[in-house]
């Protein structure tokens, strides 16, 4: 069945260092993708996406590309900041049926 | 963009009592609605698919008698925890697919409320 997989964290980053957090997906059609972002006690927000293959997803500085032949979609940001601080899940949706996520990766940025 | 508005975004209840948590398409018709529950720390598990006038399907392992879910119109959705218990105490968030036809974003992506965080005491 369809899945997702993402590094697991939680990962630690010093405020302006560079993150990425990897993740690569399994499915039996052409998926959108998308990264989800969850602030401490908050929901789901959608922070960016892609729909076919090579489209850049983009926003707030996080940008991730739909890599259909290592079927990946990481996720970076150049300079990170405190604020980024949350739990950020990979998710993928066939047909716009259920969305699969994966497991969370949570990141803390130091000052 | 979308939205769907989920409520309460907070509830406290009782052992043995039932609690009520809706989800809300604010802008668009909603065929499809789907509940998931977050454990602390652990990923989103899907619990149920809901389409509007139809029973919903329930993910293995999810008891339908005790989480009730209700799609009555294409804008609403509600999950009932009936005699509900601590292990039930949990984050639940639900999200909602459109009508194709309504406009592309709608019909490739599901939209998610803001979350309900339920503690049994």
């Known amino acids: 069945g369809d899945s997702v997989t993402q590094m697991e964290g939680p990962v630690t980053l010093s405020e302006e260092a560079f993150l990425t957090i990897n993740c690569t997906y399994t499915?039996?059609?052409?998926?959108?993708l998308f990264w989800y972002v969850q602030y401490p006690g908050e929901g789901l927000q959608l922070l960016l996406k892609?729909?076919?293959?090579?489209d850049k997803g983009s926003n707030k500085g996080f940008e991730a590309t739909y890599r259909k032949e290592t079927t990946s979609f990481h996720l970076e940001k150049g300079s990170v900041q405190v604020s980024d601080s949350a739990v950020y899940f990979c998710?993928?949706?066939?047909?716009?049926?259920?969305?699969?996520f994966g497991a969370g990766t949570r990141l803390f940025v130091k000052a | 963009g979308a939205v769907v508005s989920q409520h309460p975004s907070r509830v406290i209840c009782k052992s043995g009592t039932s609690v009520k948590i809706e989800c809300r398409s604010l802008?668009?018709?909603?065929?499809?609605m789907f509940w998931y529950r977050q454990f602390p720390k652990q990923s989103l598990m899907l619990m149920a698919t809901s389409n509007e006038g139809s029973k919903a399907t329930y993910e293995q392992g999810v008891e339908k008698d005790k989480f009730l879910i209700n799609h009555a119109s294409l804008t609403l959705s509600t999950l009932t925890v009936t005699s509900a218990h601590p292990e039930d105490s949990s984050f639940y968030i639900c999200?909602?697919?459109?009508?194709?036809?309504?406009?592309?974003?709608?019909?490739?992506?599901?939209?998610f409320g803001q979350g309900t965080r339920l503690t049994v005491v």
């Open positions: 999200s909602a697919r459109g009508e194709p036809g309504q406009g592309a974003a709608v019909n490739t992506e599901a939209f």
């Open positions: 998710a993928l949706n066939t047909g716009g049926f259920k969305t699969i």
């Open positions: 892609a729909t076919k293959a090579d």
């Open positions: 802008d668009f018709q909603a065929t499809t």
């Open positions: 499915a039996t059609g052409y998926p959108s």
